[in-house]
């Protein structure tokens, strides 16, 4: 047995039980666990309070998910309005009563951001932030919720900065590095200007950003999508690893949907590289009609590249239905490089695909 083991066996024994175990993982991990108090009544209330919260949106969810009220019906749908901010007031009006009374809650700032953040009032949200960050700022969670405000509406530079710290503050989280890469990918001439590096090295910078949250995380689905999609906007394309990340999405996905979107992508970057029967293949292993269309189109284009028309071939709509919101882990490999792969036929697919969202990180 370990001597962590042993101490932990040891820490829980103790009559500061959370204490003791936080000071004995940072003694031989050199991480800090955050303290939360289980028998504080402020922290049990607002546990309940966030339990409201979670229980608040999911029925709001639930009644904009079965509205049937028909656009005309303007009355309708101002009642449902109406509804919807009442449910929502009650919340704010308890947050706001909880930090009256607890002014020094870190994580009631952070909470309360997170629930404005989640009903769309993001200037409320970040104003909750930095109250939050300026009581605890050793919170990691903090910083990413910060970071992801400024990357969406202006700040870059303090967008890559907070991504750096929560990172910093806990090198563990996989959401931090997923969120940095996807600001890094988007933001290209940002981070270019930020970092003095090439728009190549940008792309290398996100790509291995991605590829240390799989690390962290190697069967997330939808992590390892983000990663793998991002090749489409990489020119030249860097086919021998947006494939090797394709493959790796079908070792992890978990139903026959999820295989066929992945197979989806697979084709459609195999005939980006003139791999005209490997694509087919795959095309021809998909059933689901809901990729019908696309499988269509897919196979018209192998058609004309492989007997060219008098006339350009017709570049695949970046709006067509592709996979569904999957994405598998990779095995990740040392940097990307360039590989070399046959030329795309003249006037090829443009491939980029609509950038994934930033992913939030409420208090436990």
């Known amino acids: 047995m370990s001597d962590l083991t042993i101490g932990l066996l040891s820490a829980l024994l103790a009559t500061n039980q959370p204490q003791a175990v936080s000071n004995l993982v940072q003694q031989h991990t050199g991480l800090a666990l955050p303290l939360v108090d289980v028998n504080d009544p402020a922290e049990r209330e607002l546990r309940d309070l966030m339990i409201a919260d979670d229980a608040a949106l999911d029925e709001v969810n639930a009644w904009i998910s079965t509205n049937q009220i028909p656009r005309s019906d303007t009355n309708a749908a101002a009642a449902l309005n109406k509804r919807i901010h009442e449910r929502f007031g009650g919340l704010r009006h308890d947050y706001e009563s909880f930090l009256r009374n607890h002014p020094d809650s870190a994580r009631g700032?952070?909470?309360?951001?997170?629930?404005?953040?989640?009903?769309?009032?993001?200037?409320?949200?970040?104003?909750?932030?930095?109250?939050?960050?300026?009581?605890?700022?050793?919170?990691?969670?903090?910083?990413?919720q910060l970071a992801n405000y400024?990357?969406?509406?202006?700040?870059?530079?303090?967008?890559?900065?907070?991504?750096?710290?929560?990172?910093?503050?806990?090198?563990?989280?996989?959401?931090?590095?997923?969120?940095f890469a996807t600001t890094v990918y988007l933001f290209r001439k940002d981070a270019?200007?930020?970092?003095?590096?090439?728009?190549?090295?940008?792309?290398?910078?996100?790509?291995?950003?991605?590829?240390?949250?799989?690390?962290?995380?190697?069967?997330?689905?939808?992590?390892?999508?983000?990663?793998?999609?991002?090749?489409?906007?990489i020119k030249p394309m860097r086919t021998n690893d947006a494939l090797a990340?394709?493959?790796?999405?079908?070792?992890?996905?978990?139903?026959?949907?999820?295989?066929?979107?992945?197979?989806?992508?697979?084709a459609r970057t195999k005939i980006?590289?003139?791999?005209?029967?490997?694509?087919?293949?795959?095309?021809?292993?998909?059933?689901?009609?809901?990729?019908a269309d696309m499988k269509q189109r897919l196979e018209k284009m192998i058609t004309?590249?492989?007997?060219p028309a008098a006339n350009a071939a017709p570049a695949i709509s970046t709006n067509a239905p592709v996979a569904p919101a999957i994405r598998p882990p990779f095995a990740p490999k040392g940097p990307s490089t360039m590989t070399n792969v046959p030329p795309t036929p003249p006037n090829a697919t443009r491939l980029e695909i609509a950038p994934p969202g930033l992913r939030e990180q409420k208090p436990q």
């Open 245 to 266: 990340a394709w493959t790796n999405c079908l070792n992890i996905c978990k139903d026959e949907n999820e295989r066929e979107g992945i197979l989806v992508h697979l």
């Open 192 to 233: 270019r200007e930020f970092y003095g590096i090439t728009e190549q090295q940008v792309f290398d910078k996100a790509l291995g950003l991605y590829q240390q949250a799989m690390k962290l995380k190697p069967d997330d689905l939808v992590l390892a999508t983000d990663y793998a999609q991002s090749y489409y906007g």
């Open 109 to 144: 700032f952070l909470a309360y951001g997170s629930f404005l953040n989640d009903i769309g009032d993001e200037d409320g949200a970040k104003v909750q932030y930095e109250n939050s960050k300026q009581l605890d700022p050793k919170n990691p969670a903090v910083w990413n």
């Open 272 to 291: 980006a590289a003139c791999m005209f029967t490997e694509a087919q293949a795959h095309l021809d292993a998909i059933t689901n009609r809901a990729f």
């Open 150 to 179: 400024y990357g969406e509406y202006g700040g870059l530079t303090n967008a890559f900065a907070y991504y750096t710290e929560a990172i910093r503050l806990d090198p563990t989280e996989p959401t931090y590095y997923q969120n």
């Open 304 to 307: 004309l590249y492989k007997e």
